[in-house]
């Protein structure tokens, strides 16, 4: 059965820092997906990132990039010119052939002034 | 981009009676939806997967006469928490997968949240 690991579970960031948060999954497939994903306190799920595990290059968006290595089965989000805005709970998640999320632990990201 | 729906967003019922909670995607058709429980500072627990026009799977561990789950049109899916008791009390989400997307990320609703008093 794939498993997501994410092994802190709290991180802080002085704002404007840099921050990684980590993330590993273990499964047996060859294609699958990859998301992180940003729960507020108002604990709406948002997308934040996504990487398909076929595509080599690494997923970025603005501010936001990952460190994917599909050998170590390993997905690190990082957040760069972190800001107040970004403090939330931020959750690792695979897609399976299944069709379903399976979700990390979550990492409670607190951003401070 | 893709829109979930779901209401209520606050209920709180009595224990023993059943509530409804309803999850509708706004402008796309979501063949597979998803229902999840979430803890205070806890991951999302996959309850069952609702697919339209057939029963649910539910996951092991979920009792399926408890919570129903019905998926009547491509656009809605309903959880019914049936003889809610103090225990059923948590936050539940659900998710939907845009029937043309793999990988494009699930689309969440704004969860709700259920008291049993």
């Known amino acids: 059965a794939q498993t997501v690991t994410q092994s802190q579970p709290e991180m802080s960031v002085q704002e404007a820092e840099t921050v990684t948060l980590s993330c590993t999954y273990d499964t047996s497939e060859n294609n699958y997906y990859l998301f992180w994903y940003k729960q507020p306190p108002s604990r709406q799920m948002i997308l934040v990132i996504r990487?398909?595990?076929?595509?080599?290059q690494n997923a970025t968006e603005n501010r936001v990039s990952v460190n994917f290595q599909k050998a170590a089965k390993s997905f690190s989000l990082k957040i760069s010119d972190s800001q107040l805005g970004d403090t939330a709970m931020y959750f690792c998640a695979f897609y399976n052939q299944g069709g379903k999320l399976i979700f990390g632990q979550g990492t409670e990201l607190s951003v401070k002034p | 981009g893709a829109v979930v729906s779901q209401h209520p967003s606050r209920v709180i019922c009595k224990s023993g009676t059943s509530v409804k909670i309803e999850c509708r995607s706004l402008d796309f058709q979501a063949t597979t939806m998803f229902w999840y429980r979430q803890f205070p500072k806890q991951s999302l627990m996959l309850m069952a997967t609702s697919n339209e026009g057939s029963k649910a799977t539910y996951e092991q561990g979920v009792e399926k006469d408890k919570f129903l789950i019905n998926h009547a049109s491509l656009t809605l899916s309903t959880l019914t928490v049936t003889s809610a008791h103090p225990e059923d009390s948590s936050f539940y989400i659900c998710?939907?997968?845009?029937?043309?997307?793999?990988?494009?990320?699930?689309?969440f609703g704004s969860g709700t949240r259920l008291t049993v008093v």
């Open positions: 990487q398909e595990a076929y595509k080599q």
């Open positions: 998710s939907a997968r845009d029937a043309s997307g793999v990988g494009y990320g699930y689309t």
